[in-house]
């Protein structure tokens, strides 16, 4: 008879990396029950804005896990602060949250990082491979130690163990993970009855899971958000994948905006529509979705009012463009003049007043 092994997590792991200035910077990361505390937490002495910032690159990062487990806490920390414009600790942190989870195991004790991304959410690793390399050869500690760098070059000449790489799924041989984010955006109007009105995006990536071992809400990153914002965009999302009946357990989800400054919860019609084009349950419209509406039960399925209909109307139909698709709460119907609709249908829009999601 055979036993399944059963792999022996650290309870600590740290990535080192070269600063500009010469000085090593270490991130430590720990990892401990979770107990109903945030599934990543990020403290650097000084730097609370550090600290955000490196929480939101280690849940982006974490997008294309296939395997889904939130029972742990992993809390990170930096034993020195870079300096602002710094940007290579960026894969030290994702790699000392992936070494303490076990999804990265790897062959030297020491670990050498350098890099960053844009689109950590898919995976992608850039940075300067020769410079990282220059830097690493003065640091003789280094030349022992497995040194990954981001951006495409071969090995690093002057370090015996290196590893570059454009995507973290080279970390374990496998394709860019990337191919397998779907991404949609849809707009909603920004009203605040300033030069600064304009429609704003919401962008849903969406990446396969395995399997969830937590709640729906917990597979969803939400970038640039206060905490509060960050929630009730969690909720939304979770309340009408219920409705859909096949969205549950099966994705992990990044969130973005393209202004994350805004009140108010009229984006989320918007956003519900962009998931439910990331995960293909609508169809593609020839412009973009643009979508105004609220609901106090997405698990319904129900699409609420909201308010400033008549400047929402106005900006929509000055910035709708051939192809559009306007999607506006069934409660505006009877308020909106059929000689609006043929305006919109003249710039080569459409306009549908919906009381549900999925009857569009």
């Not at 105004?292 to 997405?298: D, F, L, N, T, Y």
Request: charged content about 20%; aromatic content about 6%.
């Amino acid at each position: 008879m055979s036993c399944a092994t059963t792999v022996k997590l650290p309870a600590n792991a740290e990535c080192r990396c070269v600063l500009a200035d010469g000085r090593v910077l270490t991130v430590i990361a720990s990892r401990r029950p979770r107990a109903n505390r945030a599934e990543v937490k990020c403290a650097v002495a000084g730097a609370p804005a550090l600290s955000e910032r490196m929480q939101e690159i280690v849940r982006l990062a974490r997008h294309t896990e296939s395997r889904f487990d939130s029972r742990d806490q992993v809390v990170l920390s930096m034993d020195i602060a870079p300096a602002e414009e710094e940007r290579g600790w960026e894969l030290a942190a994702v790699l000392a949250d992936r070494m303490v989870r076990g999804a990265w195991q790897p062959a030297c004790p020491l670990v050498y990082a350098y890099g960053w991304s844009d689109n950590w959410q898919c995976a992608s690793v850039a940075g300067q491979p020769g410079l990282a390399a220059a830097r690493l050869q003065a640091q003789p500690a280094a030349m022992a130690a497995l040194a990954v760098l981001g951006g495409d070059a071969t090995a690093a000449p002057g370090l015996p163990n290196s590893l570059s790489l454009t995507h973290l799924g080279a970390l374990t041989g496998h394709t860019d993970p990337s191919a397998a984010v779907s991404s949609a955006r849809a707009w909603f109007p920004l009203h605040s009855g300033g030069l600064n009105d304009n429609l704003s995006w919401v962008e849903v990536s969406v990446y396969p899971v395995e399997h969830s071992d937590g709640d729906e809400e917990d597979t969803i990153a939400v970038s640039g958000l206060g905490l509060t914002a960050q929630l009730a965009v969690r909720q939304a999302l979770a309340g009408a994948r219920y409705f859909d009946g096949r969205g549950l357990g099966r994705w992990r989800t990044v969130v973005r905006f393209g202004q994350p400054r805004f009140q108010g919860s009229s984006y989320e019609l918007a956003l519900v529509m962009a998931d439910r084009l990331a995960r293909g349950r609508e169809f593609v419209p020839r412009g973009r979705i643009i979508a105004s509406g609220c609901s106090s039960a997405w698990h319904a399925g129900r699409v609420d009012t909201v308010e400033g209909r008549e400047a929402k109307l106005e900006l929509i139909l000055k910035q709708a463009v051939q192809g559009d698709r306007v999607l506006l709460p069934r409660d505006w119907q009877n308020d909106i003049d059929p000689v609006y609709a043929g305006a919109l249908r003249a710039r080569g829009a459409s306009l549908a007043c919906i009381e549900r999601i999925g009857m569009i």
